[in-house]
């Protein structure tokens, strides 16, 4: 980005006293409910408040291996899926992670100042390892760091995310402090901004798991695409347990994961759901579930498409975010490296 522009929007910056919002989605597939409800949802209500940059976590996808092309169409999907969701480039600066390379430098300065430890502790980690048990590498260990990176390279107040997310948005905030302990105040100290509903959407096949876009069971995950009778076919055979009567309760987490569905949709508390559906039985609560979900995600899915019959608009977005991000990153490394004593050569 050109001197002018970044001192203008320093300036504007300083006028408005606006916070800096950051947050990223993995395209490891193709985006589902989980995804929207617990972040893209959130940065769509964010984006008139606040500064806000958001980022398709290319590098962080690699840590489960990928087919390229498919790796490559999920990037554009995903940022299509950001915009058809209600993300506007104008207000909001939208890139691909892997655009910006200082991600990846600041990611090795940061893993220098994370503990082996620490990161032993992550819960993502130990999960993912379980489940790709012949392809447990190293960016699966040190992907904290990664995501610390991208976050504190912003310099971000908030970081919006699901509930899942919460001990990698703890370990940023100890990097953070340990770095500015030893060298001076030089990251801002970001808070996870979890949404109260919507936190965790479970699978709908396994409802003790959370719903992954990568999960080899279809219909475990409601994809963001899906067309309405893929969404009631996925519904109707949501796994739930031997009662009838639509009650939140113990051990029934696929009942409780449907209610927190509708309620998102709706807006109606427990209580109301309990009585809009009280003697009516699990089938047409389920059909419910399925057609507030299926109406909200159609005009998404027409955008959507609009959008990916226009890769050029699209690549068009990638660039001009690159830029502006790599700008405002290009400052906190430059920052970073002289205060951890590396040479700089002026241009
Ligand atoms: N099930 C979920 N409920 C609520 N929020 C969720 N998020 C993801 N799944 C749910 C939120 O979406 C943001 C980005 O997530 P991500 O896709 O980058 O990584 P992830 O959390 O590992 O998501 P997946 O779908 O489980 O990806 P795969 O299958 O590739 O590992 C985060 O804010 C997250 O909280």
């Known amino acids: 980005m050109k001197d002018q522009e970044q001192k203008e929007q320093k300036e504007q910056k300083e006028q408005t006293g606006r916070q800096t919002i950051f947050s990223g989605i993995q395209p490891s597939g193709i985006l589902t409910l989980g995804n929207y409800l617990g972040a893209l949802k959130n940065w769509v209500m964010l984006q008139d408040s606040y500064d806000c940059i958001y980022c398709v976590v290319d590098m962080h996808a690699l840590t489960v291996r990928q087919v390229p092309a498919e790796l490559r169409r999920h990037a554009y999907e995903a940022l299509a899926v950001y915009i058809a969701c209600g993300i506007d480039p104008d207000k909001c600066i939208l890139f691909v992670q892997s655009h910006v390379p200082a991600h990846a430098e600041l990611s090795w300065i940061l893993s220098c100042y994370t503990m082996f430890g620490e990161l032993s502790r992550m819960t993502q980690f130990k999960d993912k390892s379980a489940k790709n048990t012949d392809n447990i590498n190293a960016g699966l260990f040190t992907y904290p760091v990664l995501m610390a990176a991208d976050i504190l390279l912003y310099q971000a107040n908030l970081v919006p ?66 067309s309405r009778d893929a969404i009631m076919r996925k519904f109707r055979r949501a796994v739930t347990d031997s009662e009838s009567s639509v009650r939140r309760g113990e051990g029934k987490d696929g009942i409780n994961n449907l209610m927190k569905i509708y309620s998102c949709f709706t807006g109606k508390d427990d209580s109301e759901i309990e009585a809009l559906f009280e003697g009516r039985g699990y089938g047409e609560f389920k059909t419910a579930v399925g057609e507030v979900v299926a109406d909200a995600l159609a005009p998404v899915k027409t955008r959507y498409d609009e959008l990916m019959s226009d890769k050029s608009y699209l690549e068009g977005i990638m660039k001009r975010g690159a830029e502006s991000a790599a700008g405002i990153a290009a400052r906190t490394l430059s920052r970073v490296y002289r205060k951890i004593g590396f040479t700089q050569i002026k241009n």
């Open 161 to 226: 995310v699901g509930d899942d997310q919460r001990q990698h948005i703890e370990i940023t905030r100890d990097i953070a402090e340990r770095f500015n302990g030893i060298y001076g105040p030089t990251f801002t100290v970001p808070e996870g901004y979890i949404p109260t509903t919507g936190m965790r959407i479970m699978s709908l096949t396994e409802p003790e798991k959370k719903m992954s876009k990568s999960d080899d069971n279809i219909n475990a995950y409601i994809s963001i695409l899906d």
